[in-house]
């Protein structure tokens, strides 16, 4: 029972993050009402996309084939962490600028788009993890003799992610606005980082890239990353015990490029 | 002064021109047919049979899994990079490229409390 309230908990705890940050970024926001909208609506995009998902998964929707299941999951991870990104540093400038802007009278299609890709970006970070989410408890269900002990461990999920959620708020009321940005903004950029690396690993299994030097090295004797703990590190930072050549560039590249850049933001 | 809102979405047309490029990529003459060899590997609720697989080194081949348990199977290895959900009862297959000689750890990570499987390279 353990195991499946950590998996709940964790496959949850990447979407969370991602919404309990803008959620407590929006709040904060004088556009406030428009952005929440459009959070709620990724949202529900992002659980129906986790539903389809998990129906392609089971084999009960047979849209996609293995292979278009990987290329999709692949997509999803890439497009996932670009707009995380963008969505760190687009918080910077708009916390800055916007209600200058407003009163400026700024408002344009810009800024409808930039709503699109929060709602797209939540309804990804939503979609993708839960899909694996839905499928663990459409087995689990069949597993437990009584309905009653399924329900059980769903609810006791369920209160564990919304944990994760709740304490993110606290964290916001607790701390100054700027160190909860700060924090949530190096969580974030290392989540993007994170599904980068699974990325180039997805393109390195599928024969698109080479992984040149693999293992570079073996750290498992300090942090195995096939268990729980490091299982966990693996997946918010990108964290490998015996990394290839090829991830371990792109991760450097990509750490490289997003330090030069949030230095030249920061004044 | 007042910032170029011109950071709107540019990632978005670039990242679905990525998005294309890869489903291109995934069209049938990337690899022509080829006899693999297939190892074949039963997860039944997070017991591998077998639990040691042995594979030659420098060789694509290819893992026929089948999940014979009641729930889902996560067949995962940081080290092959490979992650494979599969549904109670379902039959899927990985094809892995060549390795160097070696051990390749895997597990399912839906079970991760049960004993971790291995793949020998020679």
Avoid: C
Wanted: without cysteine; aromatic residues 10%.
């Amino acid at each position: 029972m353990g195991n499946a309230l950590f998996i709940i908990w964790r496959e949850s705890a990447e979407a969370m993050l991602v919404v309990g940050i803008l959620y407590a970024w929006l709040k904060k926001q004088p556009d406030m009402k428009r952005g929440m909208r459009y959070l709620w609506a990724g949202v529900g995009a992002g659980i129906g996309l986790a539903l389809a998902l998990a129906a392609v998964m089971l084999g009960i929707a047979k849209t996609l084939s293995d292979e278009g299941l990987e290329y999709f999951q692949l997509a999803m991870m890439l497009i996932a962490s670009g707009l995380i990104v963008q969505m760190v540093f687009w918080m910077r400038r708009h916390g800055r600028t916007f209600k200058r802007d407003l009163e400026a009278n700024m408002q344009s299609n810009a800024e409808a788009a930039n709503w699109w890709g929060l709602l797209v970006v939540v309804a990804l970070a939503v979609g993708r993890e839960s899909a694996e989410t839905v499928v663990f408890l459409y087995g689990l269900g069949s597993q437990y003799t009584s309905t009653w002990n399924f329900l059980q461990v769903l609810a006791l999920g369920i209160g564990a992610a919304w944990l994760t959620f709740w304490a993110l708020q606290q964290g916001s009321r607790y701390f100054s606005w700027r160190t909860f940005f700060r924090v949530s903004e190096i969580l974030l950029l290392l989540l993007a980082g994170a599904l980068l690396v699974s990325a180039v690993e997805k393109l390195i299994a599928l024969d698109v890239l080479p992984a040149l030097v693999d293992p570079l090295w073996d750290t498992s004797a300090m942090l195995d990353d096939t268990s729980r703990g490091g299982g966990l590190l693996a997946a918010f930072t990108g964290y490998r015990a015996r990394p290839a050549l090829m991830p371990l560039l792109v991760f450097s590249a990509y750490w490289l490029a997003v330090l030069t850049v949030l230095r030249r933001f920061s004044k | 002064m007042i910032a170029s809102k011109k950071l709107v979405i540019p990632g978005i047309p670039a990242l679905a021109a990525a998005f294309a490029a890869a489903l291109l990529l995934a069209s049938p003459f990337a690899h022509a047919a080829e006899e693999l060899l297939v190892l074949k590997l039963s997860a039944k609720d997070g017991k591998f049979e077998p639990l040691t697989l042995e594979a030659p080194a420098g060789k694509r081949f290819k893992i026929e899994i089948s999940n014979d348990g009641k729930g889902p199977m996560e067949f995962e290895s940081k080290d092959l990079k490979q992650e494979k959900v599969l549904a109670a009862g379902a039959k899927s297959s990985v094809v892995i490229n060549a390795l160097k000689p070696g051990t390749y750890v895997f597990f399912d990570e839906y079970h991760q409390d049960a004993p971790k499987g291995k793949i020998v390279v020679k």
